[in-house]
């Protein structure tokens, strides 16, 4: 299957998860379960970042689209596919992964900590930002850190769970002939 067809039906199924499932569900009005920006951090380390952030406003729109929503999400998934680059160098040995792997994995990132802590990150970020923009104010600012801590620890999950069940098998790939 080309990387294309694999990540537009990708990002129909995340769209798809979030929109008619995981948006039904609020716990306390403190958690709100997020799924869908996983498609723009498992998108190909090659991807330029200005393509890369074309993608993510174009997804992230579509998602305010169905909430009539004024660009929140599109601009939670522009600044995550912006800082994303930037993580990957740090969490990717220079000669390593990135030239080797396609896209961001369990197995690219050299492990399960890693992984997790670089998904952590983006989601963190995504929600705070995210909340943030809804509420246009910190207001208390303990209800905004542990909305955005509790929906960000709710992700993971969501993320390690989908890890599991859509294994990427992703070839190593050399630089010999």
């Given at each position: 299957?080309?990387?294309?067809?694999?990540?537009?039906?990708?990002?129909?199924l995340f769209?798809f998860?979030?929109?008619?499932i995981?948006?039904?569900i609020?716990?306390h009005?403190?958690v709100?379960?997020y799924?869908?920006?996983?498609?723009?951090?498992?998108?190909?380390?090659k991807?330029?970042?200005?393509?890369?952030?074309?993608?993510?406003?174009?997804?992230?729109f579509?998602?305010?689209s169905f909430w009539?929503?004024?660009?929140f999400h599109a601009?939670?998934?522009?600044?995550?596919a912006?800082?994303r680059p930037?993580l990957?160098n740090?969490?990717i040995p220079?000669?390593g992964?990135d030239?080797?792997?396609?896209e961001?994995?369990?197995?690219?990132m050299?492990?399960?900590l890693?992984y997790?802590i670089?998904?952590?990150?983006?989601?963190?970020?995504?929600?705070?930002?995210l909340f943030?923009?809804?509420?246009?104010?910190f207001?208390?600012?303990w209800?905004f850190?542990v909305?955005?801590?509790?929906?960000?620890v709710?992700?993971?999950?969501l993320?390690?769970?989908?890890?599991?069940i859509f294994v990427r098998k992703?070839?190593?790939?050399?630089n010999?002939?």
């Amino acid at each position: 299957m080309s990387i294309l067809v694999k990540n537009i039906l990708r990002a129909v199924l995340f769209l798809f998860v979030q929109i008619f499932i995981l948006d039904k569900i609020h716990l306390h009005q403190m958690v709100t379960p997020y799924l869908y920006f996983l498609f723009i951090l498992w998108l190909p380390f090659k991807m330029q970042r200005t393509w890369l952030m074309i993608i993510a406003f174009i997804y992230g729109f579509i998602l305010d689209s169905f909430w009539h929503n004024p660009g929140f999400h599109a601009a939670a998934c522009v600044l995550i596919a912006y800082v994303r680059p930037f993580l990957v160098n740090i969490f990717i040995p220079q000669e390593g992964a990135d030239a080797n792997f396609e896209e961001p994995s369990i197995k690219s990132m050299g492990g399960l900590l890693p992984y997790i802590i670089f998904m952590g990150i983006l989601s963190f970020l995504h929600n705070a930002w995210l909340f943030l923009l809804e509420a246009w104010q910190f207001g208390n600012i303990w209800y905004f850190l542990v909305k955005t801590v509790l929906s960000t620890v709710i992700s993971l999950l969501l993320i390690i769970i989908t890890e599991l069940i859509f294994v990427r098998k992703q070839k190593f790939r050399t630089n010999t002939v």
